[in-house]
């Protein structure tokens, strides 16, 4: 039999869980592990504590993202069905308490990651600005708000890098370009079967304020870059194949696919892209709402396949 004290631990967590979005923060975490694991020369230089410290931190700091978007949002959340029983806008917890949470969450989160690097620590900053600041003020305004929102949203995995290397350079750079065009297609199918949802709240972010054409046309465009962009590892065994040099060169530093691997991410961008041109043929929110968890898989199953291939060849 549950006691009242049990209860209202589980409901305190649950609320936690709720505010911080844990479902997404974890997402986030996993991609930032992941970078990390990319940036370490082999097994034996992973340090556990770091990866510790970068997941906590990493949760913080989206955590803290997450609740100042709900404090901000809470009368629009109230008027969406998917929102309305979020902890602030239902009224189960005021926005007083919800701002000393995410405050404490920002302060937790930036002291961790700066112990980890302090390049770290800045790039979570600018990712908590950048989603608090600009891109949640603008969802209400515009559709460029995806686009300013898709920078925080691409962090994630290079920071993972930045934490190992403590510095930014053209690897970094990659995995922020992966994450960065993914982001499109994910978020404007989402935006698209929760259309009707999103406009109670004054929301309008698909391209172009409508489920039409040239909306799935953007995604497919999009899901074009998305490939691109992730194959940019693999660029020297692509060009080696149009050459006649004696071998591949690294185009990207550190972070290089073998031709296998070459072969599963891009088999693995067809499928999302499949999922696009399905979206711009039906236009149909079962169409979106596919594509929406093809989005989801994808991102997780790319990055398992470039760790397994760098730990692995």
């Keep these: 039999m549950e006691t009242p004290s ?11 869980k709720s505010i911080t979005k844990a479902g997404l923060a974890f997402s986030v975490v996993f991609s930032t592990l992941a970078g990390y694991l990319l940036a370490v020369e082999d097994w034996q230089q992973i340090d556990f504590i770091k990866l510790m410290m970068l997941a906590v931190g990493g949760y913080c700091m989206v955590g803290a993202s997450n609740a100042f978007n709900q404090i901000i949002e809470k009368d629009l959340d109230a008027k969406m069905d998917r929102t309305k029983n979020r902890p602030i806008s239902s009224g189960r917890m005021s926005k007083n308490n919800a701002f000393v949470l995410a405050s404490a969450l920002t302060v937790v989160g930036l002291i961790i990651l ?7 620590a800045m790039f979570g900053a600018i990712s908590i600005f950048l989603y608090t600041s600009v891109y949640t003020p603008l969802k209400p305004l515009t559709p460029l708000a995806v686009f300013v929102g898709a920078f925080p949203g691409a962090i994630p995995f290079m920071l ?10 053209i690897e970094a750079g990659t995995l922020f370009l992966i994450q960065f065009f993914w982001q499109f297609p994910h978020f404007w199918a989402l935006g698209w079967f929760l259309f009707n949802d999103y406009e109670k709240g004054g929301f309008y972010l698909l391209p172009t304020r409508k489920k039409d054409k040239k909306t799935a046309l953007q995604v497919i465009l999009y899901c074009v870059w998305l490939i691109i962009a992730s194959l940019l590892p693999a660029l020297g065994h692509i060009v080696r194949l149009f050459s006649s040099g004696e071998g591949p060169v690294s185009y990207t530093g550190r972070l290089y696919l073998s031709p296998i691997a070459a072969v599963l991410v891009l088999a693995a961008g067809l499928w999302m892209l499949y999922g696009g041109v399905q979206l711009y043929r039906k236009q149909t929110d079962k169409a979106a709402k596919t594509l929406m968890l093809i989005s989801v898989t994808y991102i997780t199953l790319i990055q398992i396949i470039f760790i397994l291939d760098k730990f692995l060849r």
Excluded at 6 to 16: D, N, P, Y
Excluded at 160 to 169: E, K, P
């Design 6 to 16: 049990s209860t209202i631990k589980v409901s305190a967590l649950s609320e936690f």
């Design 160 to 169: 993972g890098w930045v934490a190992h290397t403590d510095q930014f350079g």
């Design 114 to 120: 700066y112990v980890v690097s302090p390049k770290t």
